[in-house]
């Protein structure tokens, strides 16, 4: 009984998920999950709050098919204060049963763009757009809600605050934050799957619906700055297991980053000859530390990189390219282990020898015999040696090794 009682207590919560990022596969499986359980515990309604700059056209269709068939009602919510439903977001936003958005925030922009690096032509063009209007008009139709600025979004990218977009019909009202939103939801008549629903929500318990750690993973792939990174890292590091077999550690991290940042190129709009260029960077970078070009690779390596980089993620939308800043900083950071590893090898080539007959030169012994011109034997560095002498050197005075020939040692004596 107690068990059915506490069952009882979450049942007609309000229940609420927050999205703010790209419309991605990554929510709109998060999106579809929480209406799943929504709908089981059987919620007042669901407070989804939005704010993303748009994303993925199919990610986006599942939302709105999902919240267009809900057996729940379905709020979507523009906020916090400065959050936007750009693009994507517009489309869900219309479709949901009740719109609202908080005070300083914006929606439209919604005009199609491409996603890739190759460019649409004026065929193409129109029909993209013919579509999401089309679309959206419906969405506007079975919500009614203002079909003529769902048009002007899409061809003119047209876009306003949350006053206006409330005095044009574009949402349904405005709230300072969840709690305004609660209360004023309370009393008001839904349609949902043709049937009327009165929301009941002053004084429900309010539910949060968090991602899960595998949801906010694939979102934090869908950022192309992520996506570069880890890019980067898995060719980095498997061109490094190549050069130097059994460091194993390079090779482990440099899949793993590889295959996820391949999941990223599935999501986001990669261009291959950028992917290509990135690889030649590392090629040219690895050729430099094994073969003389007076830097020439190395400059190379730097412009292929840099180049690669910008049209990796070529796209008319800002938030699918990769930022310069990180761009620089991972060019800085190559190019300057690259000129390391450089550095390295050059003062190694005027480096005293340590190892081998040469490497004990310098070394100082103490004589064990009279040292003649003739011969003689000394010990040096751990080890007995035949010696010769210029000058006679007697047995146990300290001796300096000047040179090194057919295994004997040419030697000086310290001191007296």
């Given amino acids: 009984m107690f068990v059915l009682f506490l069952l009882l207590l979450n049942v007609n919560d309000v229940h609420v998920a927050e999205l703010d990022g790209v419309i991605s596969p990554a929510s709109s499986s998060y999106l579809v999950r929480v209406v799943d359980i929504a709908e089981k515990e059987e919620a007042v309604c669901l407070i989804f709050k939005l704010d993303t700059p748009g994303g993925l056209d199919i990610s986006m269709r599942e939302i709105t098919e999902k919240i267009l068939n809900a057996e729940i009602p379905v709020v979507v919510y523009v906020a916090p204060k400065g959050a936007r439903a750009a693009s994507a977001g517009v489309f869900i936003l219309y479709a949901s049963h009740v719109a609202a958005m908080a005070p300083g925030t914006n929606v439209g922009a919604a005009h199609p763009v491409s996603m890739g690096g190759e460019k649409m032509d004026s065929v193409m063009v129109k029909k993209v757009t013919n579509d999401a209007v089309a679309y959206l008009k419906a969405l506007a139709k079975e919500r009614e809600r203002n079909e003529e600025w769902a048009e002007q979004a899409v061809r003119e990218s047209a876009s306003v605050d ?16 969840v709690s305004d939103l609660i209360a004023k939801l309370d009393g008001r008549k839904v349609e949902v799957n043709r049937r009327e629903v009165t929301l009941h929500t002053e004084g429900r318990q309010v539910k949060k619906l968090k991602m899960t750690l595998r949801e906010r993973l694939l979102l934090l792939l869908t950022n192309p700055n992520i996506a570069y990174v880890l890019l980067l890292l898995g060719i980095y590091g498997l061109f490094f297991e190549l050069q130097n077999p059994g460091m194993i550690f390079p090779g482990v991290v440099g899949a793993i980053c590889l295959i996820l940042g391949f999941y990223s190129l599935h999501v986001l709009p990669v261009n291959y000859a950028g992917l290509a260029l990135i690889i030649l960077s590392a090629v040219l970078f690895i050729l430099e530390i094994y073969m003389t070009s007076q830097g020439l690779l190395t400059i190379g390596g ?4 840099v180049f690669g980089s910008l049209i990796l993620f070529e796209s008319d939308v800002p938030y699918l390219r990769v930022s310069w800043e990180v761009i620089m900083l991972v060019v800085i950071i190559v190019a300057g282990f690259v000129i390391f590893l450089l550095s390295l090898g050059v003062r190694a080539q005027f480096r005293k020898k340590t190892t081998g007959s040469e490497g004990i030169i310098g070394e100082v ?3 064990k015999t009279d040292i003649k011109p003739e011969g003689g034997t000394v010990y040096v560095h751990g080890e007995f040696w035949n010696a010769i002498s210029e000058r006679t050197i007697k047995k146990g005075q300290e001796v300096r090794v000047v040179a090194v020939k057919n295994m004997i040692l040419t030697v000086e004596s310290i001191g007296s």
């Fill in 302 to 305: 730097i412009f292929a990189l």
């Fill in 162 to 177: 949350a006053e206006t977009a409330l005095d044009l019909g574009v949402c349904d009202l405005m709230a300072e934050d």
């Fill in 365 to 367: 012994g103490t004589a």
